[in-house]
């Protein structure tokens, strides 16, 4: 069984700076790519940040050099720095991962989310 925990969230005033961490733990082989979503109040889930395998990253318009997504594979873990945060980045994020449990066998799988909560 994986899991994914985020952790990090929290309360911030605008302009400030918070760091996500996501940690995959269970039977894991191998990370393949990885990403942080968020849900803003009202929306749909949306795509934030993504990291593929080699490094690779590809950011949503909004965070666009705010934010920036890494990973640590010997640690199984994902982060995602957040800086000059706005009132319109409160969401839940999330963590999902693309991971091998084997050689072979590749599932998604999801975090339970970490509220971020931007004050104006």
């Known amino acids: 069984q994986v899991q994914l925990v985020e952790s990090g969230g929290g309360l911030v005033q605008a302009g400030g700076s918070l760091r996500l961490s996501c940690v995959a733990s269970g039977r894991i082989f191998r990370i393949n790519a990885a990403g942080w979503y968020r849900q803003r109040p009202g929306k749909q889930r949306e795509l934030v940040a993504r990291?593929?395998?080699?490094?690779?990253?590809t950011y949503a318009d909004s965070v666009e050099g705010r934010f920036t997504i890494s990973r640590d594979n010997a640690k199984n873990t994902v982060y995602l720095e957040m800086n000059s945060l706005k009132p319109e980045d409160t969401a839940v994020y999330y963590c999902?991962?693309?991971?091998?449990?084997?050689?072979?066998?590749?599932?998604?799988?999801w975090g339970q989310g970490a509220q971020v909560t931007v004050s104006s």
């Open positions: 990291i593929l395998s080699l490094g690779t990253t």
């Open positions: 999902n991962a693309d991971i091998f449990t084997t050689v072979t066998n590749l599932a998604n799988y």
